[in-house]
């Protein structure tokens, strides 16, 4: 009897998990932000509670990852997809964890006169989910330029990430009484800096997926 069908069925599941995992990850950054810009605490209570389903939806694929290779014992392209799954889920749950952070220091975050401080953090933000989206766009469309282009990006994310610590380490000498809302934001854009982080692994992973190469070594 040919299972064929129904495995190609289960691979397809394995991918829609995973591109909503992805999404729901960006969307979490994406509302971190809008908790900042518009200092609104109880959203930024909303992405800390929402970091839990992207949890359940890690262990969800790990297991669907895990009774596919168990059941169907997949071999080339077939466990490249698989394994590639794996790898990537651990990085999207930490995109999550990053958005749950950042929110968690936005609930206690003081209001401060640093309003261009902001919009760079925001505009950060901005490209660090952009790449997010763009990496899980890349294993959607198997698009191996898309994932290298997305990997370049990251460059723009740490430009950022050391333009702001610069004038955040200026403003700290000149306003230590805003001691705490400077390293509120210093912690913002680590997070985001590791976002960016996240989103260049993910796009390795769709590198090993279509090629069998992980960084410059040839694997399966």
Same mark, same amino acid.
């Given at each position: ?12 599941? /394995?991918?829609?998990?995973? +591109? ?8 979490? +950054? ?6 900042? %810009? ?26 669907? @990852?895990?009774?596919?290779?168990? %059941? ?39 209001? @401060? ?22 990496? +899980? ?14 990997? %370049? ?6 430009? @950022? ?10 403003? /700290? ?16 854009? %680590?997070? /985001? ?9 993910? @796009? ?17």
């Amino acid at each position: 009897m040919n299972n064929r069908p129904k495995y190609d069925d289960e691979l397809q599941d /394995l991918s829609t998990e995973l +591109i909503k995992m992805g999404a729901t990850a960006a969307q979490a +950054i994406e509302k971190a932000m809008k908790a900042i %810009k518009d200092s609104d605490k109880e959203l930024a209570k909303e992405i800390i509670e929402g970091d839990r389903v992207i949890n359940d939806m890690e262990k969800d694929i790990e297991h669907r @990852c895990l009774r596919l290779i168990l %059941k169907q014992q997949p071999v080339a392209r077939d466990l490249r997809k698989v394994s590639t799954a794996i790898k990537m889920v651990t990085d999207i749950e930490r995109i999550g964890d990053a958005a749950s952070d950042i929110a968690e220091i936005t609930i206690h975050l003081d209001e @401060c006169e640093f309003q261009d401080i902001k919009n760079a953090v925001l505009n950060m933000a901005e490209t660090a989910k952009n790449m997010v989206v763009s990496a +899980i766009d890349a294993y959607v469309e198997e698009n191996l330029i898309l994932a290298l282009n997305t990997i %370049k990006q990251d460059d723009i994310v740490d430009e @950022c990430f050391l333009s702001i610590r610069r004038e955040l380490s200026k403003r /700290l000498i000149a306003n230590e009484h805003e001691m705490d809302v400077i390293m509120d934001y210093l912690m913002i854009i %680590k997070y /985001l800096e590791r976002v960016g982080d996240h989103a260049v692994n993910v @796009c390795e992973w769709v590198q090993f997926y279509m090629t069998g190469v992980h960084n410059d070594e040839k694997i399966v």
